[in-house]
T-cell receptor, first 112, second 113 residues
């Protein structure tokens, strides 16, 4: 089974802190994604990566950056957390053969 | 801009009833339309998907109906069960954008016993 693991289920951070959300996948997938999930807005794409050290902006990249130093690991960085970044964050990897995205369990981030 | 619009936002159905969730898309370049199911505390998981060369796909109690001319597709859950209570997301994908899914707003389904 494909496994996508996010390092934290719940996080509480203070405004202005630098926040790291980590994601690891074990299926050697090339493509990885970070989404943000908010009620009534669905899943919105923040950033994605097609290969190591490669990244592309999604629909809502402002206030975020990403890092992909190894194929299995994709990190989302909030440079200076703000209260409007309180949300559920979901990481996914893409299996092209089956055209299927595999999601982690999510990290619920609260910025106070 | 919201490229995939989903309705309703929430849905309550009695056990044994039919649940229907609708989605509409704008970009005719989309060529793959999956539905994802998400239970509380879990990430979304692929439920069923369709390509625009067919008008319907059925897997067990779950059916996707696809209307290419209207740029609409819908999920039908027959004989809805309490275990189907979850959030459902439709999505659209272009094969040239490998893995970049555009999601709808989500529908929270509650099936009452």
């Amino acid at each position: 089974d494909v496994k996508v693991t996010q390092s934290s289920r719940y996080l509480v951070k203070r405004t202005g802190e630098k926040v790291f959300l980590e994601c690891v996948q074990d299926m050697d997938h090339e493509n990885m994604f970070w989404y943000r999930q908010d009620p009534g807005l669905g899943l919105r794409l923040i950033y994605f990566s097609y290969d190591v050290k490669m990244k592309e902006k999604g629909d809502i990249p402002e206030g975020y950056s990403v890092s992909r130093e190894k194929k299995e690991r994709f990190s989302l960085i909030l440079e200076s957390a703000s209260t409007n970044q309180t949300s559920m964050y979901l990481c996914a990897s893409w299996q092209a053969v089956n055209t299927e995205a595999f999601f982690g369990q999510g990290t619920r981030l609260t910025v106070v | 801009q919201q490229q995939v619009k989903q309705s309703p936002q929430s849905l309550i159905v009695q056990k044994g009833g039919i649940s229907i969730i609708n989605c509409a898309y704008e970009n005719t370049a989309f060529d793959y339309f999956p539905w994802y199911q998400q239970f509380p505390g879990k990430g979304p998981a692929l439920l069923i998907a369709i390509r625009p060369d067919v008008s319907e796909k059925k897997e067990g109690r779950f059916t996707i109906s696809f209307n290419k001319s209207a740029k609409q597709f819908s999920l039908h859950i027959m004989d809805s069960q309490p275990g189907d209570s979850a959030t459902y997301f439709c999505a659209a994908h272009r094969s040239s954008n490998t893995g970049k899914l555009i999601f709808g707003q989500g529908t929270t389904l509650q099936v009452k016993p």
